[in-house]
């Protein structure tokens, strides 16, 4: 057993070790913090608007590369392609566990389409000016409700042009067999 004169020498010590130490806690606590939320915005905006972070984590060069010499090129990936937290959160335990195999994801396949009239509801493109003025966008956006993907996305990813074939997929036989090989784009403009 210590002796109470020493053990009351140690206690006033230790606090005023304590004492002179909490600044210096207090100090790299609010340094600490001050570096995490800078660092975690820099994360935050690197992870929302650079679209060098979807490339980033999986093998994305062909895709990377027609988007950068497609129409949409001023637009970030993040703007179409967005993921919830719980999507994010997902990814990179993913990630984290796996590495760099590659991963089984759907985030940037139906998601994408459902944003296009965020952006195209007024403006489908410099060419055809108003989408509601527009009569194939009327009649087939407005009136039989379909989405930009039965038209516009079943040719190389990017490349938003419409696919003719999609045009035949629903008109079967329109014309006969007098327009096979024809483009219906040339007699239909939207």
């Known amino acids: 057993m210590i002796p109470v004169k020493i053990r009351r020498k140690l206690e006033e010590l230790i606090e005023d070790i304590l004492e002179h130490i909490k600044g ?3 100090a790299a606590f609010i340094i600490v913090g001050f570096l995490s939320a800078v ?3 820099r994360y935050y905006r690197y992870s929302e608007d650079d679209p ?3 490339a980033s984590c999986h093998p994305m060069k062909d895709a990377y590369n027609e988007w950068q010499k497609g129409r949409h090129w001023q637009v970030a ?3 179409c392609h967005q993921l919830s937290m719980i999507e994010k959160d997902r990814l990179l335990l993913a990630y984290v566990l796996k590495g760099n195999k590659p991963l089984a994801q759907t985030h940037g396949r139906e998601k994408p389409w459902e944003t296009c009239r965020d952006c195209h509801l007024d403006n489908v493109s410099e060419s055809s000016g108003d989408m509601r003025k527009s009569y194939g966008h ?3 956006v ?3 409700n379909l989405k930009c993907k039965v038209c516009h996305g079943t040719i190389a ?3 938003f ?4 074939t999609a045009c035949r997929n629903c008109h079967k036989g329109v014309h006969g067999s007098g327009a096979v090989g024809a483009s219906c784009l040339k007699c239909h403009p939207f």
């Open 52 to 54: 060098q972070f979807c």
């Open 142 to 144: 407005f009136m039989q």
């Open 77 to 79: 990936c993040q703007e």
């Open 138 to 140: 009327a009649r087939h």
């Open 157 to 159: 990813l990017h490349n």
């Open 161 to 164: 042009d419409a696919d003719e």
């Open 24 to 26: 210096v806690v207090l």
């Open 39 to 41: 660092v975690g915005y």
